[in-house]
């Protein structure tokens, strides 16, 4: 009596076991930086797979930069997340500048499956791109329109951007060694939510920027031109565990129908509604995909 007693709660055990176990399986957790457009993405990346699977998702939105995102992948905390070319290429892997954008997407999916074992799916369509951009006051009173221009009055210049702009390959260092840049004073370094609000009270006069921001339409910022080509092209694809593919592979066949489907001038207007207008992210998320037929 005891053996089979026991014998039903080992049977029990298992089943409650592999059932917890399907669950995990069953759910695809998406990531996100902690900044409103790879926020946006991640939402969207979510939406798309809860309408067209049958899989959970659990949304790790808003977790912090590309290295903590990475690292959440790699530890296999993350399935999915937003990622640029241009930040795998020189962040990441800690490669050279390369400006042909086929050529930089086709490295980093190369490398990525090589050394991580994370597969890009396609580019979403839009070059988010990094530029510097300058308040209007600044633009009224010196005559830029190139990083090269902005060489002769930077001493006049207060300059400010987020942490990981000065700890890439692709910035602050770089960029004033390319142009042989020389700001007024220490640069001020913030958290990326606060670099906006600073430009804005007039804290500073120039910041790095990415060219689809809705902030920039907000405080009618002047983008200069990246003259020299310093910044390398930031595609955004999705990201994925080359395991979680496996597993789930309809997950790849569902984002990659995001694929081309935004522009720099469409990614920058849902950054507008969510970051300016204030809209909810899954409020833009779901009218896009809505209007895109989707969902």
Same mark, same amino acid.
Request: hydrophobic share 40%; aromatic share 10%.
């Given at each position: 009596? *005891?053996?089979?007693?026991?014998?039903?709660?080992?049977?029990? *055990?298992?089943?409650?076991?592999?059932?917890?176990?399907?669950?995990?399986?069953?759910?695809?957790?998406?990531?996100?930086?902690?900044?409103?457009?790879?926020?946006?993405?991640?939402?969207?990346?979510?939406?798309?797979?809860?309408?067209?699977?049958?899989?959970?998702?659990?949304?790790?939105?808003?977790?912090?930069?590309?290295?903590?995102?990475?690292?959440?992948?790699?530890?296999?905390?993350?399935?999915?997340?937003?990622?640029?070319?241009?930040?795998?290429?020189?962040?990441? *892997?800690?490669?050279?500048?390369?400006?042909?954008?086929?050529?930089?997407?086709?490295?980093?999916?190369?490398?990525?499956?090589?050394?991580?074992?994370?597969?890009?799916?396609?580019?979403?369509?839009?070059?988010?791109?990094?530029?510097?951009?300058?308040?209007?006051?600044?633009?009224?009173?010196?005559?830029?329109?190139?990083?090269?221009?902005?060489?002769?009055?930077?001493?006049? *210049?207060?300059?400010?951007?987020?942490?990981?702009?000065?700890?890439?390959?692709?910035?602050?260092?770089?960029?004033?060694?390319?142009?042989?840049?020389?700001?007024?004073?220490?640069?001020?370094?913030?958290?990326?939510?606060?670099?906006?609000?600073?430009?804005?009270?007039?804290?500073?006069?120039?910041?790095?920027?990415?060219?689809?921001?809705?902030?920039?339409?907000?405080?009618?910022?002047?983008?200069?031109?990246?003259?020299?080509?310093?910044?390398?092209?930031?595609?955004?694809?999705?990201?994925?565990?080359?395991?979680?593919?496996?597993?789930?592979?309809?997950?790849?066949?569902?984002?990659?129908?995001?694929?081309?489907?935004?522009?720099?001038?469409?990614?920058?207007?849902?950054?507008?509604?969510?970051?300016?207008?204030?809209?909810?992210?899954?409020?833009?998320?779901?009218?896009?995909?809505?209007?895109?037929?989707?969902?």
């Amino acid at each position: 009596m *005891l053996k089979a007693k026991h014998g039903i709660l080992v049977i029990a *055990l298992m089943a409650i076991l592999a059932l917890a176990g399907c669950s995990k399986s069953d759910t695809i957790t998406v990531g996100s930086k902690d900044y409103g457009e790879n926020i946006l993405l991640g939402e969207i990346f979510a939406q798309m797979i809860e309408a067209n699977t049958d899989l959970k998702v659990n949304r790790k939105l808003n977790m912090g930069g590309t290295f903590v995102n990475f690292n959440a992948m790699r530890n296999k905390q993350v399935d999915v997340y937003p990622e640029y070319t241009g930040t795998a290429l020189t962040a990441t *892997l800690e490669m050279d500048v390369i400006n042909d954008p086929t050529e930089s997407y086709n490295i980093v999916k190369d490398e990525y499956l090589r050394q991580f074992d994370i597969v890009w799916l396609e580019p979403l369509g839009f070059n988010n791109t990094y530029t510097l951009a300058v308040t209007p006051e600044i633009a009224e009173k010196y005559p830029m329109e190139t990083f090269s221009d902005l060489a002769e009055f930077a001493p006049n *210049l207060i300059f400010g951007a987020e942490h990981e702009f000065f700890d890439r390959q692709d910035g602050y260092d770089g960029l004033i060694e390319a142009y042989d840049l020389h700001f007024k004073g220490e640069p001020l370094k913030m958290v990326v939510a606060l670099k906006y609000q600073a430009i804005g009270q007039g804290d500073m006069d120039i910041t790095d920027a990415f060219s689809t921001d809705g902030q920039l339409r907000q405080f009618n910022l002047k983008v200069l031109e990246d003259d020299k080509g310093f910044f390398p092209p930031y595609h955004a694809a999705p990201i994925i565990r080359k395991a979680t593919l496996d597993a789930h592979p309809e997950v790849g066949e569902v984002l990659n129908r995001l694929a081309g489907r935004l522009s720099d001038e469409r990614m920058g207007e849902l950054n507008y509604q969510a970051d300016v207008e204030g809209r909810p992210t899954e409020e833009v998320a779901a009218e896009f995909l809505k209007a895109e037929g989707l969902i």
